[in-house]
Every structure is written in C-alpha cells, then in structure tokens.
C-alpha cells in the first residue's frame, strides 16, 4: 500500500494562487488529485500517468495544472485563479493501473483549501 502525505493547502483570496504537493513512499502508474466540498460528495480534479499524459476536470481546466517529479516521487497541483467554489478537502490519490476515476485506490489525508471571496 502506497503512502501519500499532503501538503500546501491554507487559505487564500479569490483570484489567487496555491501550490499543493504530495510525496509518495512507492512510485505508481498514475497520480491524482481529488477533493471534497462541505456536502458534497469527493470529486475528480486532476490525474497524471507515469509518462506525464494529463487528464482535467472541466471545472478546473485552464486554470489548475498537474505535474510530477519521478525522481522524488512527488506529485503537484498548482492551482491559479482560484474561485470560492474550489473550497474543499483536497485528496492526493494513487493509481497502480489506468488514470480513470475509478482507478485510484490509495488516499492521503486531505489538506484543507479554503478560497475567500
């Protein structure tokens, strides 16, 4: 069972920018983000495969970008623009196969983003 470990949330004003980053114990297929508002059920943000191929949410495209370092075994979100309604719990997750969704089995704790407007 892989290890993930967040890092990077906290509170910032609206059109502003974070950077979240995840290290991981093992290296996997495929890394992702997650996130979960108050009331609402977890979804998808971003994922990533070990050859670098991209995959966005709608609501974050153009605005939020993914990337990993192998080497380090670390996975990054850089969030810009950022709006209240990406308030939540962001979840760093891992994947041994695929990059869909339903692919990721292993989660981090979560680290809190808070956007005010």
């Known amino acids: 069972q892989v290890q993930l470990v967040e890092s990077g949330g906290g509170l910032v004003q609206a059109g502003g920018s974070l950077r979240l980053s995840c290290a991981a114990s093992v290296r996997t297929f495929s890394m992702g983000w997650f996130r979960q508002a108050p009331g609402k059920e977890r979804e998808f943000v971003a994922a990533?495969?070990?050859?670098?191929?991209?995959y966005y949410a709608d609501s974050v495209k153009g605005r939020f970008t993914i990337s990993r370092d192998n080497a380090k075994i670390t996975l990054y979100l850089q969030m810009n623009s950022l709006k209240s309604e990406d308030t939540a719990v962001y979840y760093c997750?891992?994947?041994?196969?695929?990059?869909?969704?339903?692919?990721?089995?292993?989660w981090g704790q979560g680290t809190q983003v808070t956007v005010s407007s």
């Open positions: 997750a891992a994947a041994t196969t695929g990059m869909a969704p339903r692919d990721f089995g292993s």
């Open positions: 990533i495969s070990w050859s670098g191929n991209t």
